[in-house]
C-alpha cells in the first residue's frame, strides 16, 4: 500500500481555516494509507517553555493553557467535553509541578511540555471523525517511538523503528501521532528537541517505509532567496538535501534538513508544502544522488549577515609548516566556529559567525602574526548543486557585482560543491542578493520548472 506521512506544524493546526484545510487535505489522501503527525497549537510549546521556567507564573499559565484549548475547540465547533479528561490530568500534572518552587527535572519538564502536542493529536483526530473518517491519537511513545533517557534532547532507539512498525501497522483508525515527543523504554515521556515534530515525521516515515512524507507548514516551501530583500523570490520546486542543508545554514527557517536525514538515507522524498495555499507545489527535497533533471540548476541566492572577518598575516611563516595549524589550533582551543577560509602564502583570512570567544582568540592569535577584524560583513551564497565546479559562473557572478561597483572581499575555496559563496559589506549585500537572483535568472528559471512539474498534492 502507498503510505503517506502528513506532518502538520503548530500553524497548520492551530488557526482554524487551516485545521479545517488540513483534515480535507488527510480525507482526500485515505486511499494514500496517510499517518499524521502533529505538533502543538501554535504558540503553546513557548507557553509550556514558560511554565516551566517561571514558577510564579505556573498557575496562571496553566489555565492559559487550559482556556486557549477550550477556545479552539469551540472555534473549529468540536464539543469542549471532549477535551475534559485529558484537561483534568493536565491540571494535576501542572499542580504538582505548581506546589514546587524547586527548578523542575529534566524529566518532569518533558512531561509537561507534552500536554501541547498531546491536545493538538486529540483535537486533529476529533476533527477527522467528525469529517468520517475512523481515526485515533496516539503518544508517540505509545506508538513505538522508543528513546534513551537524554530529556529534552532525546535520540531514538535502534528498536523504534521496528516497534513503530508493529504497532501502527494496524489501520484502520488512521493514526494521529503526537510530534516532537517519544518515551523511554520504561515509559518516561521524553522530547526530542525544539522543532523536534518534523524529526518525528522523518522517523516514522522511515520506520514504515513511506512513499512520501509532507511536511505543511506556513510557507510554500524553500525560497530561492529571502523575500524580504527578494519580493519576487519563489519556492524552489526541487532541491537536493545538501541543497537544503545550505539554505538551512543560510537562516532559511522553513525546516532543518538535518531532521530529514532518518527519511532521506532511506531514500523517501520530503515535500514542503503550505497548508493556506494548499495547491502551490511547494519544495521537494530529494535524496542524494537521485537524478534530477533540474540539478544543475542555481536553486537560492542566500545571504547571512553580521559577519566578522578575521585575518592573520604572518611573512614569517613564507614556505614554512605549521601556520594554518597553529591558527586552527587557536580557534579550535577557543570554541570559535569558522566558516570560509581563503589563504595565500602569507596570511589567512576566515569568517565567523558567532563571536562570543572571538577576543580570547584573537589576543593568542597575535602571538603568531598581525591580526586583522574587521566587522559589519555578509557572506552570500549562490546554491545550487555543482555551482562550485561550473565553469563561468564565478566569473559571471563577479562580472555582475563589479559592473554595480560592488566590491568582493573575500571568495571561498569551493570546498562545497553545492554552493560558491563570497565576503561583501553588509551594506551591500541586499543589493547583491537582488542583482544575483537577477542576473542569474532565479525568477524565469523557477517558473519554468513549476510549470513542468505539477504538484503531486494538489
Ligand atoms: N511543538 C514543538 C516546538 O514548538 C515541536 C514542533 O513544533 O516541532 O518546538
Ligand atoms: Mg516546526
Not at 56 to 80: C, K, M, N, Q, S
Not at 345 to 368: F, K, M, P, Y
Request: proline share 5%; glycine share 8%; aromatic share 4%.
Amino acid at each position: 500500500v502507498a503510505l503517506l506521512v502528513m506532518k502538520f506544524g503548530g500553524t497548520s493546526v492551530g488557526r482554524p481555516e487551516n485545521l479545517a484545510v488540513a483534515v480535507r487535505l488527510v480525507t482526500e489522501q485515505a486511499t494514500h494509507d496517510p499517518v499524521v503527525v502533529v505538533s502543538a497549537l501554535s504558540g503553546m510549546t513557548n507557553l509550556l517553555v514558560e511554565l516551566c521556567r517561571d514558577p510564579d507564573r505556573r498557575r496562571e499559565l496553566a489555565e492559559r493553557f487550559v482556556a486557549h484549548h477550550l477556545g479552539f475547540a469551540a472555534e473549529i465547533g468540536l464539543p469542549g467535553e471532549l477535551l475534559d479528561e485529558t484537561l483534568a490530568r493536565w491540571r494535576d500534572d501542572a499542580a504538582a509541578a505548581g506546589r514546587t518552587r524547586r527548578a523542575l527535572s529534566a524529566a518532569a519538564r518533558d512531561r509537561l511540555l507534552s500536554w501541547g502536542e498531546r491536545l493538538s493529536a486529540e483535537l486533529f483526530a476529533a476533527a477527522l471523525r467528525r469529517a468520517g473518517i475512523e481515526a485515533q491519537a496516539w503518544m508517540a511513545g505509545e506508538a513505538g517511538l522508543v528513546t534513551d533517557d537524554r530529556f529534552g534532547a532525546a535520540h531514538p532507539l535502534p528498536e523504534a523503528a521496528a516497534r513503530l512498525r508493529e504497532l501502527l501497522a494496524r489501520r484502520p483508525p488512521l493514526p494521529v501521532v503526537t510530534g516532537f515527543l517519544g518515551a523511554t523504554a520504561d515509559g518516561r515521556i521524553t522530547t526530542l528537541g525544539r522543532g523536534g515534530s518534523d524529526y518525528s515525521a522523518a522517523l516514522i516515515g522511515a520506520a514504515l517505509g513511506a512513499e512520501e512524507i509532507q511536511i505543511w507548514t506556513d510557507t510554500s516551501g524553500m525560497l530561492s532567496a529571502d523575500p524580504r530583500i527578494v519580493p519576487e523570490a519563489r519556492p524552489v520546486p526541487r532541491l537536493s538535501f545538501a541543497e537544503a542543508s545550505e539554505l538551512a545554514y543560510f537562516g532559511a527557517k522553513v525546516l532543518h534538513p538535518k531532521t530529514l536525514l532518518p527519511a532521506l538515507e532511506r531514500a523517501i522524498p520530503v515535500r514542503v508544502l503550505n497548508t493556506a495555499r494548499p495547491r502551490d507545489p511547494g519544495s521537494r527535497i530529494v535524496p542524494e544522488g537521485e537524478p534530477a533533471e533540474t540539478s544543475w540548476r542555481i536553486k537560492s541566492i542566500a545571504c547571512k549577515k553580521s559577519i566578522t572577518a578575521v585575518t592573520i598575516v604572518s611573512s614569517r611563516m613564507l614556505m614554512a609548516y605549521g601556520f594554518l595549524a597553529r591558527v586552527f589550533e587557536v580557534f579550535g582551543r577557543h570554541r570559535v566556529v569558522v566558516d570560509l577560509v581563503t589563504t595565500s602564502e602569507v596570511s589567512i583570512s576566515v569568517t565567523v559567525d558567532d563571536v562570543t570567544n572571538l577576543d580570547d582568540a584573537v589576543a593568542d592569535l597575535e602571538t603568531i602574526g598581525n591580526v586583522e577584524v574587521r566587522s559589519g560583513l555578509a557572506v552570500v551564497a549562490v546554491v545550487g548543486e555543482g555551482a562550485a565546479a561550473r565553469i563561468g559562473l564565478a566569473g559571471h557572478v563577479f562580472t555582475l557585482l563589479g559592473g554595480v561597483g560592488i566590491n568582493v572581499e573575500m571568495i571561498s575555496q569551493g570546498a562545497s560543491r553545492v554552493n560558491l559563496s563570497f565576503v561583501v559589506r553588509e551594506a551591500e549585500a541586499d543589493k547583491a542578493v537582488r542583482l544575483l537572483h537577477r542576473g542569474l535568472g532565479l525568477d524565469a528559471e523557477i517558473e519554468a520548472a513549476v510549470h513542468a512539474e505539477p504538484s503531486a498534492a494538489g
